[in-house]
């Protein structure tokens, strides 16, 4: 059982190993995206406006008359003196794509900054290829899988580690669990105790920080395999409200009805 335990554990490593290398150093800079564009693109994030900012309605309605065929989508509802506002904009309906879908407006004078497609920019494009590959809803249901298979393999990994013969909370489990915690001191990197040192530098490292890699994993597989997965396990042991997907569904077709409300309502 263990050994084969060991090759399941091996192989499920090397077949996510490169998925999770780039979603880890992806990841990494888009923690700190918002910094890393404004600091990529001054031109586009940087507002010269000084004064009383405009209200949301007003800097929609400035985007809006760039273009009528093109719609705002979302914006920032506290707009900040010396900040560009990051407003984003899609076709409407039977129009043709404008060539881009963010529009950078200064808060102060109305002043439009910049358009761009977000994803010709680096940190956007980043930001998506970190959940989904730029693959669409393809690439999103392969990293879920990936997530999920990293989850599985985190309970045999820690199954791995601990001592042979010995069963939780009996005599003598912890002292002989305790050497899978620490790394031998002595033992380099070549010669007769390689493998001992390098198993030591993974399995170590590995148990301490085992419950953020399990998190890490969960949540990856919640957010990206939520209504394949996720929802439906839920359902099976509880009641569950209706997502925001499920209740806005009538609304998700090629021709939406106009929204009820305006932006300055």
Not at 16 to 25: H, K, P
């Amino acid at each position: 059982m263990r050994s084969f335990l060991v090759r399941l554990h091996r192989w499920a490593g090397l077949s996510t190993a490169l998925f999770l290398v780039l979603a880890g150093l992806t990841g990494s800079a888009i923690v700190f995206r918002h910094e890393l564009d404004a600091w990529l693109n001054p031109t586009l994030f940087l507002a010269p406006g000084q004064g009383a900012v405009l209200a949301p309605d007003q800097i929609a309605a400035r985007v809006a008359a760039i273009d009528p065929g093109i719609a705002v989508t979302a914006l920032p509802l506290r707009p900040v003196a010396g900040e560009a506002v990051l407003v984003t904009v899609l076709p409407r309906p039977g129009s043709p794509p404008p060539g881009y879908d963010q529009v950078f407006v200064d808060p102060v004078t109305g002043e439009i900054l910049g358009r761009r497609d977000q994803m010709t920019a680096i940190m956007p494009f980043l930001y998506t290829f970190h959940y989904s590959l730029t693959a669409g809803p393809v690439g999103k249901w392969l990293l879920g899988v990936v997530a999920l298979i990293w989850a599985l393999d985190a309970l045999v990994a820690l199954w791995l580690t601990l001592p042979r013969g010995r069963l939780p909370f009996t005599r003598g489990f912890g002292a002989g669990w305790a050497p899978a915690w620490k790394i031998k001191p002595g033992l380099s990197l070549g010669g007769a105790g390689s493998h001992r040192r390098v198993l030591d530098l993974h399995r170590a490292p590995g148990l301490w920080l085992w419950l953020v890699f399990l998190v890490l994993a969960i949540s990856s597989v919640t957010l990206n395999l939520e209504t394949q997965l996720v929802r439906p396990l839920l359902g099976q042991v509880a009641a569950l409200s209706p997502s925001a997907r499920e209740i806005g569904a009538p609304r998700y077709r090629p021709d939406p009805p106009p929204p009820a409300l305006g932006f300055e309502a």
